[in-house]
């Protein structure tokens, strides 16, 4: 009924009048990627491309709209130094990216400067968020500890939402259909509704089968952004968001002859997927306050206070006797940051900040017997909180037009391992107007998640942070007008006291502060246009990555060592753009849970997949697209897990399948 009814919005919307994008969308085609650009997170002040001592992928609203991705992993994925994992990318598989082969808790995710990484984790599904809301993506490489703090250590991401643009009244609602009989509605609206007050308002719903038994999904997500804006003077925004999922956990692909199991009639596993009846689901909200001002051109100050709470439910049944397990984890953060931007000089510029962070953290599980029933008495509940002060200062200095230096130092302060100093340094030679050189240099950390710490029966009150050094130095240069700009980079990472999950001399499996990791690598990008209604790229990631325990050194569990893209964007005069995408990866070795293998238990072999998108305007207000996926129907795995066999006793290393072609066709009407 509720599809029915967004539904029915949807469509009666397409009679309101109004005007064309498509003159917005021609500007933004033509824009080039400059030095000029203007970035945000990288330093929480505006800065230009070439003032920021850090590699940056900048992302706007069309070439967000021109992708033929179908989630936020995915677009991230195809650009240059980002892999994009899941375990069988499902649909309610968790989508995770790593920056410079560095794993998915070294990337902090901000939405509008709170962070969405979850507690418990550590790591960022950004599969929960929705594209429709996004005007602006902002990707920085490199030790990003010195501003964001904890797990900063690849690089942050900060996803800016759409806002209210002055003298104009947005709207866009869409409804696609495609296969896996999956489904998509949304809407967005934006408006200021007087004077200096303004809301953006936006809304979708997402259904799929999935492509194998037990991987569907269904997604609301809903958010609102208010906004004050008196210019300089006073910039005040409420936003807030709330996401509900819920979903199959299908495990495995079982090897093949795998016959279907049933325990009292119910079905476990067939060939297809290795858990038919687990299920999960996830209810994520955040709402973030920032004030911010600009009272004189050489002082500024930002404001803001956040609180997020993230529940994730999981439903699991056991093949060997039909038993399982109901467990609840819920994380509440409350947060709070101000910084003050001063610039005493021409050329100068200090910035300080203070961060304060409070969480809770709450598991409760369940013991089910072999029929799904909950057991009585086995209900258990544990609490634990935490909290964390961070406090930082970052001075830069341009005495010339060719040369800029920066240094900075975080102060933290963690209520369970103490105490941590975090330096960073950084400089720029700007020997040509179109030509940039940078050189970056910072110490990273990342506090144990509350999963580690306090987990029933395992966590591990005395865990270390991991800690380490990020170094990169990169080559920009912009040529023929801005027509061409390429990126050369070379980085060196490491991580020492990296925190894993491992049998203790007990047997018991606990967090450990067991293994160091170090990574070399090289970044080229090169990305051209606009030419003739056409803007290309071409990316290519080298990664040496290597890890550390007690018995071996070996190239780093699921890393690739090589990554290439190639992306297309073609437009005409009479509104019909398409865009192509291909994307290789290089095999990834796994090596279980042992640690004194050389050998991998498994490689995963390399692939490439293709997706393609074409749209064409009609009447204005009009957009038909069809979007197709991995259109060669690449078949690939993603990782490996084990599965036991209940008939034979036969226990197999098998691999979490990627989702094979895919297509989706929409309409959409804006104004």
């Known amino acids: 009924m509720k599809k029915w009814i967004l539904l029915s919005v949807i469509l009666s919307s397409f009679v309101i009048p109004g005007f064309s994008h498509s003159e917005e969308k021609e500007k933004g085609r033509e824009a080039s990627v400059t030095m000029e650009e203007v ?5 929480k002040t505006e800065e230009k491309r070439k003032d ?6 900048i992302m706007n609203e069309i070439d967000i709209q021109e ?7 995915e677009l991230l994925s195809n650009e240059l130094g980002i892999d994009w994992r899941t375990r069988g990318n499902y649909g309610g598989a968790r989508e995770e990216i790593q920056i410079r082969g560095m794993e998915a808790n070294a990337t902090q995710v901000f939405v509008n400067g709170v962070n969405i990484n979850s507690p418990s984790f550590g790591t960022a599904d950004v599969g929960r968020i929705p594209l429709n809301s996004i005007e602006r993506i902002e990707v920085v490489k490199g030790s990003g500890s010195l501003l964001y703090g904890s797990g900063a250590m690849a690089g942050t991401v900060n996803i800016i939402t759409k806002r209210p643009k002055r003298d104009k009244v947005s709207f866009k609602a869409n409804a696609g259909y495609g296969s896996e009989d999956s489904y998509i509605l949304s809407a967005e609206q934006g408006m200021f509704v007087k004077g200096d007050f303004g809301y953006y308002f936006t809304a979708s719903r997402l259904e799929t089968d999935g492509f194998r038994d037990n991987t569907d999904l269904t997604r609301n997500d809903i958010s609102l952004k208010l906004v004050l804006d008196k210019g300089k003077a006073l910039d005040i925004s409420l936003y807030g968001d709330y996401i509900d999922r819920e979903y199959g956990i299908p495990g495995v692909k079982p090897p093949e002859g795998t016959q279907d199991y049933f325990i009292s009639g119910k079905k476990f ?3 297809n997927s290795a858990t038919l009846l687990d299920r999960g689901s996830n209810e994520d909200g955040h709402v973030v306050l920032q004030i911010k001002s600009r009272p004189e051109d050489w002082l500024s100050w930002r404001l803001r206070g956040d609180y997020t709470n993230m529940v994730n439910y999981n439903y699991s049944r056991y093949a060997f006797n039909g038993t399982g397990q109901e467990t609840w984890t819920t994380n509440e953060v409350l947060g709070t940051e101000a910084n003050v931007d001063i610039k005493p000089f021409e050329g100068a510029g200090l910035l300080l900040g203070a961060e304060y962070k409070d969480y809770d953290w709450e598991n409760e599980g369940i013991n089910l017997d072999a029929t799904g029933s909950q057991v009585s008495g086995t209900r258990a509940i544990t609490k634990a909180g935490l909290h964390s002060t961070g406090t930082f200062a970052e001075a830069k200095y341009r005495p010339c037009k060719f040369f800029k230096a920066l240094a900075g130092i ?9 105490t941590e100093n975090l330096p960073l340094y950084g400089l720029i030679f700007n020997p040509h107007e179109n030509t940039v050189l940078k050189f970056s240099h910072g110490k990273h950390f990342l506090a144990p998640t509350p999963n580690d710490l306090f987990w029933p029966g395992s966590g591990n009150p005395n865990l270390r942070p991991e800690t380490g050094w990020h170094t990169d130095a ?8 801005n027509k061409m700009f390429i990126t050369l980079s070379y980085f060196h990472w490491d991580v020492d006291d990296k925190i894993q999950w491992a049998p203790d001399a007990t047997g018991a499996w606990t967090p450990q502060n067991l293994d160091s990791y170090k990574g070399d690598g090289w970044e080229i990008g090169m990305k051209l246009g606009p030419v003739n209604n056409m803007r290309f790229s071409l990316d290519y990631t080298y990664t040496d990555a290597r890890e550390e325990n007690q018995f071996v050194t070996r190239r780093a569990s699921y890393t690739p060592e090589q990554q290439f893209k190639g992306n297309v964007v073609y437009w005409t005069d009479f509104g019909l753009t398409g865009t192509a995408t291909v994307r290789t990866m290089s095999d990834r070795l796994s090596y279980g849970n042992n640690k004194g293998l050389i050998t991998p238990l498994k490689t995963l072999d390399s692939y490439w997949t293709t997706d393609m998108k074409v749209e064409q305007r009609l ?5 038909l697209s069809l979007k197709g996926n991995n259109l060669f129907n690449k078949e690939y795995d993603t990782y490996v897990g084990n599965f036991t066999n209940r008939t034979t006793r036969v226990t197999t290393m098998d691999g979490y399948p990627g989702a094979g072609r895919s297509l989706l066709f929409s309409i959409t009407y804006e104004y």
């Open 39 to 43: 970035v945000i997170t990288a330093t």
């Open 52 to 57: 920021v001592p850090n590699t940056v992928i």
């Open 67 to 73: 992708s033929p991705a179908r989630s936020l992993g």
């Open 269 to 271: 596993y067939n060939r």
């Open 410 to 418: 975080r102060h933290e302060d963690h209520s369970e391992f103490g």
């Open 474 to 481: 990169t080559l920009e240069q912009s040529l023929f007008e």
């Open 619 to 623: 009447f204005e207000h009009w957009l």
